[in-house]
């Protein structure tokens, strides 16, 4: 049976949620894909799971990778390269599946990601641990658009599940900053944003609500503890139009990473990426003050 899908999941210190993953991949009712899991170097046993999951004969293939710890782009930058199916899924160790969800991503990506259209992901849903909930809702009927630009215009808030055609996927990486660990995905939908378009279907194929110690939760923490990535993603963001909401967002997130990095408030303004930054600065300062 040929394989058509990647699932990627990247894995930190964290062994005990990839059971349930991966007892919700054996559930799937199409078993066309196979899961690669790299562990970005944990400090933690990976065995007795890596056990649990070899031992069982499994009607997919499983792939264990580890690499030295970099955070999550960094073993994105290194396992997608060695993708060789036609479809790429990434998902959190910390997420499960649905158990149509790789008959509904096989589905739609076979019918809308070819070679001969611009189409080149899937945004699906990603519901909130009573498997009902989404956690950004989409519209009601099948959309399309960059998926930058349209998650930005339609002010959606929070994560889907993307599918990429992988060929497509492989043309970009996350930038990498020395001696920092975290950059969202963002810059990766960003510039993906600027070549393809995506498809924007209402339906859920994954779970996993925010969970304390995960990226999601911790987001703003680690922007202001990985600097140098936060604002190569502020200028991009900003690079391009938006629309006053976000820019506004933008520019208080700017002052409040400034006052967690300790920078003096008026060297900020005057190195703000916009006017609008600027001005918006000093309350991002006050925002960072109070906020722990």
């Given at each position: 049976?040929?394989?058509?899908?990647?699932?990627?999941?990247?894995?930190?210190?964290?062994?005990?949620?990839?059971?349930?993953?991966?007892?919700?991949?054996?559930?799937?009712?199409?078993?066309?894909?196979?899961?690669?899991?790299?562990?970005?170097?944990?400090?933690?046993?990976?065995?007795?799971?890596?056990?649990?999951?070899?031992?069982?004969?499994?009607?997919?293939?499983?792939?264990?990778?580890?690499?030295?710890?970099?955070?999550?782009?960094?073993?994105?930058?290194?396992?997608?390269?060695?993708?060789?199916?036609?479809?790429?899924?990434?998902?959190?160790?910390?997420?499960?599946?649905?158990?149509?969800?790789?008959?509904?991503?096989?589905?739609?990506?076979?019918?809308?990601l070819t070679e001969d259209n611009n189409l080149k992901s899937i945004i699906f849903e990603r519901?909130?641990?009573?498997?009902?909930?989404?956690?950004?809702?989409?519209?009601?009927?099948?959309?399309?658009?960059?998926?930058?630009q349209y998650i930005v215009q339609n002010r959606i808030n929070g994560d889907f599940t993307d599918?990429?055609?992988?060929?497509?996927?492989?043309?970009?990486?996350?930038?990498?900053?020395?001696?920092?660990?975290?950059?969202?995905?963002?810059?990766?939908?960003?510039?993906?944003?600027?070549?393809?378009?995506?498809?924007?279907?209402?339906?859920?194929?994954?779970?996993?609500?925010?969970?304390?110690?995960?990226?999601?939760?911790?987001?703003?923490?680690?922007?202001?503890?990985?600097?140098?990535?936060s604002m190569y993603e502020l200028k991009l963001f900003l690079s391009v139009p938006t629309p006053?909401?976000?820019?506004?967002?933008?520019?208080?997130?700017?002052?409040?990473?400034?006052?967690?990095?300790?920078?003096?408030?008026?060297?900020?303004?005057?190195?703000?990426?916009?006017?609008?930054?600027?001005?918006?600065?000093?309350?991002?300062?006050?925002?960072?003050?109070?906020?722990?």
């Open positions: 049976m040929e394989n058509k899908l990647t699932i990627l999941t990247t894995t930190y210190n964290r062994p005990d949620k990839l059971e349930r993953l991966f007892n919700s991949l054996e559930k799937q009712s199409n078993k066309k894909f196979c899961w690669w899991i790299v562990n970005d170097g944990s400090t933690r046993s990976y065995k007795e799971i890596e056990n649990v999951i070899t031992q069982k004969n499994c009607e997919f293939e499983v792939h264990f990778f580890k690499k030295s710890n970099g955070g999550k782009h960094r073993a994105l930058n290194f396992i997608i390269p060695k993708v060789t199916t036609e479809y790429t899924m990434i998902i959190d160790d910390d997420d499960y599946l649905v158990a149509d969800a790789v008959e509904t991503v096989l589905w739609y990506s076979d019918n809308y519901a909130k641990n009573d498997e009902i909930t989404p956690m950004s809702p989409l519209p009601q009927n099948i959309d399309f658009g960059q998926r930058f599918v990429f055609l992988t060929k497509a996927l492989k043309e970009f990486r996350l930038p990498e900053f020395a001696g920092e660990n975290f950059i969202s995905e963002g810059p990766l939908y960003f510039f993906f944003s600027q070549k393809y378009e995506s498809v924007f279907i209402k339906k859920i194929v994954s779970v996993g609500d925010y969970n304390a110690g995960g990226l999601s939760s911790n987001v703003h923490r680690l922007m202001a503890q990985n600097i140098k990535g006053l909401y976000y820019r506004i967002k933008k520019g208080l997130l700017y002052g409040y990473l400034m006052k967690k990095n300790k920078k003096n408030m008026l060297k900020s303004i005057v190195n703000a990426p916009s006017k609008l930054t600027s001005l918006l600065t000093p309350f991002g300062y006050v925002v960072g003050y109070f906020k722990n």
